[in-house]
């Protein structure tokens, strides 16, 4: 079974950069999508990018591109979202999310969460 594990949330000031990173067990990255999804309170959960190290593919929500990237540490078994010139906005609970499969680069690219079989406990980004 694949576990994930978020660390690096943190309160920052505007224009401040975060690294967040997941730890996965269970998952070679080679024949799944990999996702960042965030979700504010009262607000629905929304896709951040996804990352499908098989195809070399990535993509990232139009409000954060230009300023999340998504990389895979392969050998640390560690995915991370670098985050800069954060926002308000961007203050929300960072979710880790894994596909069982790699499907499409349709899921990929609508980073619909239902889609999503693995979740992480998530990790607090505030920023003001």
Not at 23 to 52: D, L
Not at 88 to 103: H, K, L, Q
Request: some cysteine; charged content about 20%; glycine content about 10%.
């Amino acid at each position: 079974d694949v576990q994930l594990v978020e660390s690096g949330g943190d309160s920052v000031q505007t224009g401040e950069s975060l690294r967040l990173a997941c730890v996965s067990t269970g998952n070679n990255y080679n024949n799944n999508i990999m996702a960042w999804f965030r979700q504010a309170p009262g607000k629905e959960r929304e896709g951040v990018g996804t990352f499908y190290s098989g195809g070399d593919r990535t993509f990232i929500v139009d409000s954060a591109k230009g300023r999340f990237a998504i990389s895979l540490d392969k050998d640390k078994n560690t995915l991370h979202l670098q985050m800069m010139d954060l926002k308000p906005d961007d203050t929300a609970t960072y979710y880790c999310a894994a596909t069982r499969y790699y499907i499409s680069d349709a899921v990929c690219a609508r980073m619909y969460h239902p889609e999503f079989d693995y979740w992480g406990q998530g990790t607090q980004v505030t920023v003001s």
